[in-house]
C-alpha cells in the first residue's frame, strides 16, 4: 500500500488474509468475553457477604474497567484482519484515511502479548514461589474454593488461548503488510513464451 505525503492511503489493497488466520482474530474476543462477564456478574450478585463487605471503594471501579478493558483490547485483535487496521476509518476525527503504520500496529500487539504471557507466568509460579499468598478471610474464600468454582475455572480457561491467538494474528499481519505481492499474469522468475500469431513473423518457404 503506498501513500502520499499527508499519510493518505492511495494504493493498491493489501495481500488477501487466509480463512484460518481471520479464525485465530475473531476467536480472540471469544475466548476473553466468559471471563469478562463473570467477574461482573460477582461484582453485581455473585460474591460471597465476607467478601462485600471487605471491598473498598474503588474495587469495584477497578473490576468494572478491567472486564470492560480487556474485552475492548481482545476486539483490536479484529483489526489485524480488517482494512481498519491498515487503514483509519473516515469517521475518525483527524486521522481519517492515513495509513496505519505496519511497525506501529506490531508492536502494539506485540506488547500486549508480552503481558498476556507474563500474566501466564505469574499464574503459574505464584503458587510455586508464593510471589503474592493467597489471604485466608473468613467467609471469602478464593473463586477455585467457592460453590460453582467450576464456573470460575470454565470462564478463564479460555485465556489460556489469548497469548498464542494474539502471536498468530500478529506474524500473519506483519507478513501480509511486509511483503511485496507477487506480479499478475506471469510466473515468478520465467517468462511467458509467445503464442502461434505473436512475436516475429514466419519466414515464407
Known sequence: MRTTSTGQATASPSQPVSAWVKAAAYAVPLCVLPSALWRLWKLVDGLPPGCQQLMRVWEPWYVGALSVGSFGAALLTIGLVRPWGEVVPRW???LRGRT???GAAVIAAGAGASVIFAVYAYALLNPIL???PTPQ???CPPPTE?????VAIASYAPL???GPLLVVVTVAY???RTTPG???GTRSGRRGRPGPGSGRPSLPS
Open 174 to 176: 506483519y507478513r501480509r
Open 137 to 139: 478471610i473468613p467467609g
Open 146 to 150: 467457592e460453590p460453582g468454582a467450576w
Open 100 to 102: 496505519v503504520p505496519a
Open 182 to 184: 507477487r506480479p499478475t
Open 92 to 94: 475518525v476525527p483527524f
Open 130 to 132: 508464593h510471589f503474592r
Open 160 to 162: 489460556l488461548a489469548w
